[in-house]
Nanobody
Framework: QVQLVESGGGLAQAGGSLRLSCAAS????????MGWFRQAPGKGREFVAA????????????YYADSVKGRFTISRDNAKNTVYLQMNSLKPDDTAVYYC????????????????WGQGTQVTVSS
């Protein structure tokens, strides 16, 4: 069982930055690929970014949605059981609830592939 707790959401202006954190419980964090998804009002949950488990690649393979590529960066600190999402050059379209998710020993960009989810953190970007 893995518990995930997101933090770092809030209000930002267009062009600004926020950093989301997701703290995971458990002693096997490095064996989980981690993903960030988001859901805007009235829309479905969409993939944002993912980083693979440490056995797959020493620093983790990363993958991004086209809409955030070049603006967002996902990273992980296995010593702290934490995954981060650095969001730069924010746009009003980035407004959503952001969720982190954990996927054991595989790497996917589809939400159905993730085993555990956090409760979400709200990100609001004003124009």
């Amino acid at each position: 069982q893995v518990q995930l707790v997101e933090s770092g959401g809030g209000l930002a202006q267009a062009g600004g930055s926020l950093r989301l954190s997701c703290a995971a419980s458990g002693r096997t964090f490095s064996s989980y690929s981690m993903g960030w998804f988001r859901q805007a009002p009235g829309k479905g949950r969409e993939f944002v970014a993912a980083i693979s488990w440490s056995g797959d690649s020493p620093y983790g393979r990363t993958y991004y949605a086209d809409s955030v590529k070049g603006r967002f960066t996902i990273s992980r600190d296995n010593a702290k059981n934490t995954v981060y999402l650095q969001m730069n050059s924010l746009k009003p379209d980035d407004t959503a609830v952001y969720y982190c998710a954990a996927d054991h020993l595989s790497f996917t960009t589809t939400s159905a592939g993730y085993d555990y989810w956090g409760q979400g953190t709200q990100v609001t970007v004003s124009s």
